[in-house]
Nanobody
């Protein structure tokens, strides 16, 4: 079945950088819009960034100018480059993608999440 697997989380000091990656595998025909969300303890999951198959990317105001989302359609991967990290960026980060399978089904898929902790 289709799976999304995130990697690249960890502990980083304020002002540091991390790069998250999300790899999609399985019987994939095409990946449409994809994105990253995050959920901090005690808070609701929130949008971080999205990237369509074509067109402009979209970012939460809190990460604009610091985070960059990108995708490699040939490798079925989506990445999130995070710079100038702040303690308030601490959260579990989830990758999501709208995927059409080879059987013709289209659905939204989520990864298991990767922890990002920004602390000195």
């Amino acid at each position: 079945q289709v799976q999304l697997v995130e990697s690249g989380g960890g502990l980083v000091q304020p002002g540091g950088s991390l790069r998250l990656s999300c790899a999609a595998s399985g019987p994939i025909s095409s990946i449409n819009a994809a994105g990253w969300y995050r959920q901090a303890p005690g808070k609701q999951r929130e949008l971080v960034a999205t990237i369509p198959t074509g067109g402009n990317t979209n970012y939460a105001d809190s990460v604009k100018g610091r985070f960059t989302i990108s995708r490699d359609n040939a490798k079925n991967t989506v990445s999130l480059q995070m710079n100038s990290l702040k303690p308030e960026d601490t959260a579990v980060y989830y990758c999501t993608a709208n995927i059409r399978t080879r059987a013709g089904w289209r659905s939204d898929y989520w990864g298991q999440g990767t922890q990002v902790t920004v602390s000195s």
